[in-house]
T-cell receptor, first 111, second 114 residues
Framework: TQLLEQSPQFLSIQEGENLTVYCNSS?????LQWYRQEPGEGPVLLVT?????EVKKLKRLTFQFGDARKDSSLHITAAQTGDTGLYLC???????????FGTGTRLQVTL | KAGVTQTPRYLIKTRGQQVTLSCSPI?????VSWYQQTPGQGLQFLFE???????NKGNFPGRFSGRQFSNSRSEMNVSTLELGDSALYLC?????????????FGPGTRLTVT
């Protein structure tokens, strides 16, 4: 069974702080996605990374894919209250279409 | 372009009943996947359909089934409901299979089994 571990599980920070969320697996991904989910809604795709060592930026969010394609990180600079939500990493293995989701990181950003 | 739509958004059923959930993918998307989300297990893959054929199946009992129609719309059915089936059921669509990195999710159907 392929498992995706995310850390930390919960994070409560103040607006303006920086944070990093980690996603780790013992298996190699063919691609990895990061989603954000708000209560009562489905996950919204933030980014897809495919190449080992790849770095992608989305405004204040920076996503990194590990060189060995087994891990990834999401860094948020100067967090805002609008960043509050559940952050999920999801990996695809080989050519399979199904996504294996991480355990999730619940982020709360307060004023 | 309209996103993935799921109906109904909320549903309350009693143990032993069956339920059918519906998903309309983004226009032009032909692959539909279903996931179950619970607080304890997180998001777990149920199955994937493409061209009216099930291509992939997760580790769920046979009470969970699905189908896809020629217009790519999909339904999933759960028979003989159990309390543990209470969850948010999410549908995701993509242009084609093997495009896991481009799956877009609907808002989900919240199923409560009493």
């Amino acid at each position: 069974t392929q498992l995706l571990e995310q850390s930390p599980q919960f994070l409560s920070i103040q607006e303006g702080e920086n944070l990093t969320v980690y996603c780790n697996s013992s298996s190699v991904f063919s691609s990895l996605q990061w989603y954000r989910q708000e209560p009562g809604e489905g996950p919204v795709l933030l980014v897809t990374v495919v190449t080992g060592g790849e770095v992608k930026k989305l405004k204040r969010l920076t996503f990194q894919f590990g060189d060995a394609r087994k891990d990834s990180s999401l860094h948020i600079t100067a967090a805002q209250t609008g960043d509050t939500g559940l952050y999920l990493c999801a990996g695809a293995y080989g050519t399979a279409s199904k996504l294996t989701f991480g355990t999730g990181t619940r982020l709360q950003v307060t004023l | 372009k309209a996103g993935v739509t799921q109906t109904p958004r909320y549903l309350i059923k009693t143990r032993g009943q069956q339920v059918t959930l519906s998903c309309s993918p983004i226009s032009g998307h032909r692959s539909v996947s279903w996931y179950q989300q619970t607080p304890g297990q997180g998001l777990q893959f149920l199955f994937e359909y493409f061209s009216e054929t099930q291509r992939n199946k997760g580790n769920f009992p046979g009470r969970f089934s699905g189908r896809q129609f020629s217009n790519s719309r999909s339904e999933m059915n759960v028979s003989t409901l159990e309390l543990g089936d209470s969850a948010l059921y999410l549908c995701a669509s993509s242009l084609a299979p093997n495009r896991a990195g481009k799956q877009y999710f609907g808002p989900g159907t919240r199923l409560t089994v009493t």
